[in-house]
């Protein structure tokens, strides 16, 4: 793995790419690779980033990645959607 990094890194500076840029590009595949492995929980990819969640979701808003797009399935339904079993009194 470490002669293909060089190989990489050997790459991207011929062709001119700054380090800003090679960093910004690091990040944005890392992100995305745990993110995906996680079906878009930031919560989970954070953990494994070894980051807090609010850093990651700043992260993602500054590298503009579109993390609801790995969302696998949609959210849960709202508490109120949910209807209570009613219980009945005994008439005497």
């Not at 060089?6 to 745990?34: D, P, Q």
């Amino acid at each position: 793995m470490k002669d293909q990094l060089e190989a990489l890194i050997g790459h991207m500076y011929r062709s001119g790419i700054t380090y800003s840029e090679a960093v910004c590009e690091f990040k944005k595949k890392f992100i995305l690779t745990v993110l995906q492995d996680s079906n878009g929980n930031q919560c989970k990819a954070a953990r494994q980033l070894g980051m807090h969640r609010n850093t990651l979701s700043r992260t993602i808003t500054e590298l503009k990645l579109d993390a609801k797009a790995l969302r696998n399935g949609g959210r849960r339904p709202p508490r109120s959607a949910y209807t209570l079993p009613v219980e009945k009194k005994a008439v005497r």
